[in-house]
């Protein structure tokens, strides 16, 4: 709720913020779109995690690390939406927040092969789910919508394990996004740019490797994340294979 809330009201900030700078992104109608809406985003979604540890003990490393390592991917985004960035740089950026949260321990954790092969594959799905919600956000309200629909889906699963961590995570980046959508909804006023489709991606796929799928059937386990994050991953391989 107080994210939902501080999202409504942050949401018309960026526009004008967008438009009085001129960050502005081509719309079908000809008109440049305010396209830093994930500023917005991210300001309801820290504050509303913040606002949660007056009342949820949470481990302080674990959740400094986590914001920590989104604004650096907001950063990176922020700058990429007033002046692109090259694609190096841009992956370079991502890979300082990948690190960070390795070093904290978000990683996979298969246990049949060895750890430097779990901290090869944590790099590569942590840089191929964030790029994908990247190149997915091509349409009004198709990204949040997405955001949405898989936070719920992993929060499902995080609170049948108890995992309060990831459910505060999920259940502010839920708000944010859902007060988001009242203004990139068909015919969107604003676009959440690089900003906001980076920083989500890179939330959700340290999420869906955080947490527990122990309870779920054991053939399942390692496809639980996969199938969760099935449509931006089918997106990029199909936009790969057309190219």
């Given at each position: 709720l107080c994210s939902f809330i501080l999202s409504l009201l942050l949401t018309?900030?960026?526009i004008k913020i967008s438009t009085r700078f001129s960050i502005l992104k081509p719309a079908k109608s000809g008109h440049g779109k305010p396209c830093i809406?994930?500023?917005?985003i991210y300001m309801a979604f820290l504050?509303?995690?913040l606002f949660?540890?007056?009342?949820i003990k949470l481990p302080a490393m674990k959740i400094s690390g986590v914001l920590l390592s989104s604004f650096i991917i907001l950063l990176l985004g922020l700058i990429d939406d007033i002046k692109d960035l090259r694609p190096l740089l841009k992956i370079a950026g991502e890979l300082l927040?990948?690190?960070l949260l390795i070093f904290l321990g978000f990683l996979t954790k298969i246990a049949f092969i060895p750890g430097w092969a779990n901290i090869f594959i944590t790099i590569a799905w942590f840089l191929f789910i964030t790029n994908a919600f990247n190149l997915l956000d091509i349409m009004d309200g198709l990204t949040s919508g997405l955001v949405i629909i898989i936070s719920l889906s992993l929060l499902v699963i995080a609170f049948i394990n108890k995992d309060i961590f990831s459910c505060v995570?999920?259940?502010?980046?839920?708000g944010a996004h859902a007060g988001f959508l009242r203004y990139?909804?068909?015919p969107a006023r604003v676009y959440m740019g690089d900003t906001g489709s980076l920083f989500s991606g890179f939330l959700l796929a340290m999420i869906a490797i955080n947490i527990s799928y122990a309870p779920m059937e054991r053939n399942i386990v390692l496809l639980t994340p996969i199938l969760a994050m099935s449509l931006p991953i089918f997106d990029v391989l199909f936009v790969m294979v057309m190219r």
């Open positions: 018309p900030v960026t809406g994930g500023v917005g504050a509303a995690v949660s540890l007056f009342f927040g990948i690190f995570i999920l259940t502010a980046l839920i990139n909804y068909p």
